[in-house]
């Protein structure tokens, strides 16, 4: 049917009635104002370049804070089991240090997080390549985030610190010298699995080292082998393991706000 000049000019007026009941009455410098839910409140860390490093919010579980490493137990071949053989890393000074004895796993699991920690890789320079200050962080005990003494130390750039080991290469590489402490903040959300264990969704992370971006919101594909394939293995909350790759790597301001 050919719309007459009425019938257009009366559906053009339905619609433009039908926007303008939309519209509040009045808009206001006050009607676009959200007033809650009220965010929490978090007193921060305290930060200090190369004295004390960022200390721990008020709200975060703090893994290792110079004390002790109670929260800590020994663990092996950098899977996330249910270890409880006592940790055998020295603190010394307020530092937590990498030995060969074992890796480090913390007791606690966590799921999705923001991850806080400071390492120091040795003063002394000995070996090149992975061979010089080498540890990780490994992400719910599966997903290593490269920990390496890059300062003019070449690598393969999918291994080098900032790297999702032989999966994501860092956007930059922001090291400090040998011997400095570097810190790392990590956010993080953890794969989703189905009942039968396909993975429905990747884990996601967003790493800052030294301030600076090196990963940005990417998808792990699965584990992070050294040889081969990731794995995609279904899991729910797993631990952090700090890798012993044989050179002695300092850790201190651990602490995980979980979200
Ligand atoms: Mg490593």
């Given at each position: ?15 433009t ?24 409140i978090?007193?921060p ?9 960022t ?18 137990v ?5 899977n996330p089991?249910n270890?409880?053989?006592p ?11 990498s ?15 923001q ?6 890789t ?6 090149n390549?992975?061979?010089?200050g ?10 290593e ?11 393969y ?8 080991y ?10 400090r010298?040998?011997?400095?402490w570097?810190?790392?903040?990590i ?12 993975m429905?969704e990747?884990?996601y992370v ?5 301030g ?39 850790f ?8």
């Amino acid at each position: 049917m050919k719309k007459t000049t009425s019938t257009l000019f009366l559906s053009f007026a339905a619609t433009t009635l039908a926007f303008a009941q939309l519209e509040p009455a009045k808009q206001t410098p006050q009607s676009s104002e959200i007033w809650e839910p009220v965010p929490p409140i978090v007193t921060p860390g305290v930060f200090s370049a190369n004295t004390a490093g960022t200390t721990a919010p008020s709200d975060a579980v703090v893994l290792f804070d110079g004390k002790n490493a109670d929260a800590w137990v020994a663990n092996k071949g950098y899977n996330p089991t249910n270890s409880t053989a006592p940790l055998q890393w020295p603190v010394r000074d307020g530092v937590m240090y990498s030995s060969k004895t074992s890796s480090a796993m913390t007791k606690q699991q966590f799921g999705d997080m923001q991850l806080h920690l400071e390492f120091q890789t040795p003063s002394k320079v000995e070996g090149n390549g992975q061979g010089r200050g080498n540890s990780g962080v490994f992400l719910q005990g599966r997903y290593e985030v490269q920990v390496l003494d890059n300062y003019e130390n070449p690598t393969y750039v999918n291994g080098m610190v900032g790297s999702i080991y032989k999966q994501a290469i860092p956007l930059a590489n922001p090291s400090r010298k040998p011997g400095e402490w570097q810190s790392y903040d990590i956010i993080y959300t953890q794969p989703k699995f189905s009942k039968s264990g396909v993975m429905l969704e990747p884990a996601y992370v967003t790493v800052l080292l030294n301030g600076v971006l090196v990963q940005n919101h990417v998808a792990i594909k699965g584990t992070t082998e050294y040889i081969g394939y990731p794995k995609q293995v279904a899991h729910d909350k797993g631990p952090l393991i700090l890798q012993d790759h044989g050179n002695p790597v300092g850790f201190r301001n651990i602490w995980v706000r979980e979200l």
